[in-house]
């Protein structure tokens, strides 16, 4: 409204509504539809069941036939080695969101997402006397951040996570921003790291 376009909408169900009239693959698509069980779209019309896959039978091209293209594989441009002998890989969080701008204001959420950390193998964390929840330094050849440990089976041997929502333990002050020199796309997910832990064996 404040741009100067009139948006007089009584409830969510009227906006809705408009988004099924400007996009056909919704027009069939009503509240009253979606209480009784839900609908898959393409549903382009109000008697229309729904899709329940999309692309079952063929691809949406004319021919109805995929394009596959083999990509010969490459490893990453920075591997570990003996003065950094992790491999790093950042990712999300199911309950945070890009750098938590938004998410890390929700009480609620901090409750079950409260802090960054870095999560390491048990083997690892055992030959390197890192206990659960103790602060690790974790350095690349770009920079390094201080964050809790979390010991878990979840990464591999050698491989250690960190979620990259945290500010105060940014994960990409770390990783590799070479391109990939064919899609132009910075090497955010994966680098080499080492741990230091004030544990002492």
């Not at 839900?38 to 899709?51: E, F, K, R």
């Not at 591997?79 to 890989?89: A, G, I, Q």
């Not at 969101?97 to 950390?117: F, L």
């Not at 809790?148 to 921003?177: C, M, Q, W, Y």
């Amino acid at each position: 409204r404040r741009m100067g376009y009139p948006m007089d909408y009584k409830n969510m169900e009227e906006v809705f509504l408009e988004i099924g009239r400007l996009w056909q693959n919704m027009a069939g698509m009503t509240y009253g539809r979606l209480e009784k069980g839900g609908l898959q779209w393409p549903c382009p019309t109000i008697d229309h069941p729904g899709t329940k896959f999309l692309f079952k039978d063929k691809f949406a091209l004319a021919d109805g036939k995929g394009r596959f293209t083999v990509v010969k594989y490459r490893p990453s441009v920075e591997l570990p080695d003996e003065e950094y002998p992790f491999m790093l890989t950042t990712g999300r969080l199911l309950f945070q969101y890009h750098t938590g701008t938004m998410t890390r204001r929700v009480k609620a959420i901090r409750q079950v997402s409260p802090e960054a950390y870095v999560e390491i193998n048990p083997f690892d964390a055992t030959n390197m006397c890192i206990n659960d929840g103790e602060e690790v330094k974790v350095t690349s050849r770009r920079g390094e951040i201080t964050v809790k440990a979390r010991v878990s089976d979840l990464p591999d041997k050698g491989v250690v996570f960190i979620p990259f929502h945290f500010k105060e333990a940014a994960a990409n002050v770390l990783t590799n921003p070479v391109y990939d020199p064919i899609c132009k796309i910075p090497e955010l997910k994966v680098c080499a790291v080492k741990l230091e832990s004030k544990c002492v064996k």
